[in-house]
């Protein structure tokens, strides 16, 4: 046994890392920001139009923050009973790196539309990104809790 007993739940499967959690909050970061904005009935429009100005930019940060959303979702689902359920998350590692890697590339096109201008916005989720895409890469524990458990 690799993991402490602690790190699998009541179906004998592992948890997710609380970092690949995070991660996937920040992948639907665009989510995150129209449900704020919704919240606040006042200044919801001025919200939006701080954080993404080209309301293009949002709905291509909705649509790519379904996958993250879907896994958030389907990884609390899993049960040995749910084949179907526990077949879409042993892709997971997968949808997440290329998810992340299409956001990085939203990031880049963000630094081309500037004409290479810094920006420490850019900067720094362009970073974060990197740096979770090589922790889901490289990550055993990671890989490890989107494998089923041996069946009995």
Not at 62 to 82: A, E, F, T, Y
Not at 91 to 117: C, E, K
Request: aromatic share 14%.
């Amino acid at each position: 046994m690799r993991y402490a007993i602690e790190q699998y739940d009541k179906h004998g499967f592992l948890k997710a890392p609380k970092l690949l959690w995070l991660g996937w909050l920040f992948l639907a970061k665009a989510w995150v920001v129209f449900v704020v904005a919704g919240a606040s009935r006042e200044s919801g429009s001025k919200i939006l139009s701080i954080v993404y100005p080209d309301h293009t930019m949002l709905y291509l940060g909705l649509v790519m923050g379904v996958p993250s959303i879907c896994l958030m979702w389907l990884v609390s689902l899993r049960n040995p009973d749910r084949r179907w359920i526990n077949g879409l998350v042993s892709w997971g590692r997968i949808i997440t790196l290329v998810t992340a890697s299409g956001q990085f590339s939203q990031a880049l096109y963000h630094v081309y539309l500037a004409r290479g201008a810094f920006s420490w916005a850019n900067g720094a989720v362009m970073l974060l990104l990197l740096w979770y895409i090589i922790y889901v890469a490289k990550s055993r524990s990671v890989r490890d809790c989107f494998q089923a458990p041996p069946a009995e």
